[in-house]
């Protein structure tokens, strides 16, 4: 099918275009061009004044829907929680296993490998988090699942065939080896849940980590003689950091100068660190025993601890634009091209740009989601 979008400014180029329009055919931009130019037998969606962005991309989804990954790893589970987050103009989300057991890792492995075959729209592949972390930093996870990474465990993380897999695990309790071996598996691999000291974030690094997983949270922070996790972060420029921009997990003055700190929001990507709650009106779920609350945009244990969040992209977006100082489109970067880059999927999303796959969201100028589309078709939204 070949049809074209127009009537609103494209943000493309890394800038907001006006009087173009977008042409699809067969699930990819083929091109982008004058509205003058558009050929005028050509079938055409009218954005009545809308933005037209890169659909949101998102590494970090633990639920969605009323459904969490880890009750359920199955392709209805996932059909479920990607639908509901595409109402929020996510196109592509990496659904996230909370630290489980190696026989869970594989089921929930198996399911996103059978949702991408069956063409579940918007699952890009898994985000392990856990168990391989660091016990005294764990979190909401259970400590009892909490293991070292054996052969076991990494054959189970290395299992899916189809899309990418993020493992988020503590460098100090894993041999410097295995994270080299995951990386040249094709995993990408994240620090968190981690008490790591500065060296040893340095040496992970140099063994294949890239990036952290929810900056400041769960982690080592910078202290006047150890600099732990979170200076090693910000002191290295490849480092991509994961941010959760809600008002609660961080507070907006420390998310401002880590990306002063790093000379920009170049290497920062939001992410969701989404439960059930997110496109439901269920607010209460169990999770490892406990019932988690959700209340005013936020997921708590009941003695207060922090549990994921009731957050989805397009909050985000809005959240990093009022509270980090940013442009809407270096907001909008943060969830689109720089996720695709820290993932390896570039080429393939994160931008409008010929060739790339039609994921695409079509926000009001509040940045509220009106309609999202993924391979050129709308999965949220009015008509096609």
């Not at 897999?165 to 460098?171: D, K, N």
């Not at 041999?175 to 992970?204: N, P, W, Y």
């Not at 910000?234 to 507070?251: E, K, S």
């Not at 439901?280 to 997921?299: M, P, Q, W, Y």
């Amino acid at each position: 099918m070949r049809f074209a979008i127009s009537n609103g400014p494209v943000l493309a180029d890394g800038r907001m275009l006006d009087g173009r329009a977008v042409v699809i055919a067969d699930g990819r931009i083929e091109a982008i061009v004058p509205v003058a130019d558009l050929d005028a037998a050509i079938d055409t969606v009218d954005l009545a004044g809308a933005m037209l962005v890169p659909g949101f991309i998102d590494v970090q989804v633990n639920g969605g829907g009323g459904a969490l990954f880890n009750d359920d790893p199955s392709v209805e589970t996932l059909r479920r929680i990607a639908a509901a987050h595409h109402r929020f103009g996510t196109t592509a989300l990496m659904p996230t296993l909370i630290s489980d057991s190696i026989p869970k890792i594989r089921e929930a492995v198996q399911a996103v490998d059978a949702a991408i075959a069956a063409g579940v729209p918007g699952i890009a592949g898994i985000h392990i988090e856990g168990p391989f972390l660091n016990v005294d930093r764990k979190g909401t996870h259970d400590p009892k699942a909490i293991r070292k990474l054996d052969d076991e465990g990494f054959a189970a993380i290395t299992g899916l065939r189809r899309g990418r897999t993020l493992v988020t695990l503590a460098p100090e309790v894993t041999d410097e080896k295995r994270i080299g071996q995951l990386r040249q598996c094709g995993v990408v691999v994240s620090a968190g849940h981690t008490d790591a000291t500065f060296a040893q974030m340095e040496r992970a690094f140099a063994a294949g980590v890239t990036g952290v997983t929810h900056l400041f949270n769960a982690m080592s922070q910078i202290t006047p003689r150890e600099p732990g996790v979170v200076g090693a972060a910000l002191a290295d420029p490849q480092c991509w950091c994961g941010i959760i921009v809600d008002g609660f997990h961080v507070d907006p003055v420390a998310l401002r100068l880590a990306i002063k700190a790093k000379g920009g929001p170049d290497r920062f990507l939001l992410v969701s660190d989404a439960m059930p709650p997110v496109g439901h009106d269920r607010k209460e779920f169990e999770l490892n025993g406990e019932t988690i609350f959700a209340s005013g945009g936020v997921c708590r244990r009941a003695d207060g601890t922090l549990a994921g969040a009731d957050l989805e992209m397009a909050s985000a977006v809005r959240n990093a634009s009022a509270l980090l100082d940013l442009t809407i489109d270096d907001a909008i970067r943060l969830a689109t091209r720089n996720p695709a880059r820290f993932i390896g999927l570039e080429a393939e999303m994160g931008s409008i740009a010929p060739g790339h796959r039609a994921n695409l969201a079509a926000l009001d100028e509040g940045a509220r989601v009106r309609r999202t589309w993924i391979d050129g078709r709308m999965v949220f939204g009015d008509a096609r």
